[in-house]
């Protein structure tokens, strides 16, 4: 499968209405051209730029809550508006320890 033919794949699978729906649930803003957020036309054209740029790249690309990833010979899509790693706070951490 090439590459166009897995992103063609994402954008025909991924739950952009539900995306949306999260957005406009948690007042979840950012602003994209002139369209308002969670419009699923917007958020379409949005997450295919992502993808085309982290498959230009090779590596993951996020913002918007959007992430793209295509390293490792795959190409995934995923919406997270919030996320939090162990290491992102280890030096903190230990502190308080």
């Excluded at 369209?35 to 090779?58: F, M, Q, Y």
Aim: charged fraction near 30%.
């Amino acid at each position: 499968m090439t590459r166009q033919e897995q992103i063609d794949d994402i954008m025909d699978w991924f739950e952009f209405e539900r995306a949306s729906e999260m957005m406009l649930a948690v007042n979840f803003g950012w602003y994209y051209k002139d369209h308002p957020e969670g419009c699923i036309p917007t958020l379409r054209k949005h997450c295919r730029d992502l993808l085309k740029s982290a498959v230009k790249r090779n590596q993951l690309v996020a913002t918007g809550g959007f992430e793209a990833d295509a390293r490792e010979g795959m190409l995934s899509l995923s919406f997270a508006p919030e996320e939090m790693t162990i290491e992102d706070v280890a030096e903190d951490y230990n502190a308080v320890l």
